[in-house]
């Protein structure tokens, strides 16, 4: 069996778990979130811990990954995800003007980013960008959309980046 799926998902205080016959969700302080739930695996909750388990043996895979997401849905909707971009380049410039995100990457014209439901984007500085959510799946989709404006080019490194992200720098032409 997948040894991720053995491992019991602890439920942390003001965090429950639903279990229907066809769904599992999850409701917090954060919100609340449900996933499609395979009818071969079984869920149940024991002392403050949610366990999985698979009824078929061709579905040890699928019970692991089921359980990876819910994990991250519990730890999603008791403290929630963020992802931080970083804007390197000259005049490029974020700001928030209510649920919209207002960029000026270079071009001749402002992007425009309309933040999805369940989304915060918030900008401490003109060049960083913070994305907030309960969905990890969708904080991380929404950072990719936005980095994927301008992606950082290897010869100045100019563009959107994650803050952690290392741009690997070309050597500019010798003449």
């Given amino acids: 069996m997948s040894r991720v799926a053995k491992k019991p ?7 429950e778990l639903n279990v229907q016959p066809e769904t599992v969700s999850v409701k917090g302080p954060k919100g609340t979130l449900s996933i ?23 579905q040890l895979a699928l019970t692991g990954t089921l359980r990876a997401i819910v994990a991250n849905m519990v730890q999603g909707v008791s403290q929630g995800f963020e992802r931080k971009l970083e804007l390197v380049g000259v005049g490029y410039r974020a700001a928030t003007q209510g649920k919209d995100l207002n960029l000026s990457l270079g071009f001749s014209h402002p992007v425009v980013f309309q933040a999805p439901e369940g989304i915060t984007i918030t900008t401490p500085t003109q060049t960083e960008i913070v994305v907030a959510g309960a969905d990890k799946q969708l904080v991380g989709e929404v950072a990719a959309k936005i980095r994927g404006f301008r992606p950082p080019e290897p010869y100045k490194g100019k563009g959107v980046k994650y803050s952690d992200e290392t741009i690997i720098r070309k050597e500019a032409k010798k003449a």
């Fill in 9 to 15: 998902i602890a439920l942390p205080k003001g965090v």
């Fill in 36 to 58: 499609a739930k395979p009818a071969a695996i079984d869920v149940k909750i024991e002392d403050g811990n949610a366990l999985l388990s698979a009824n078929d043996p061709s």
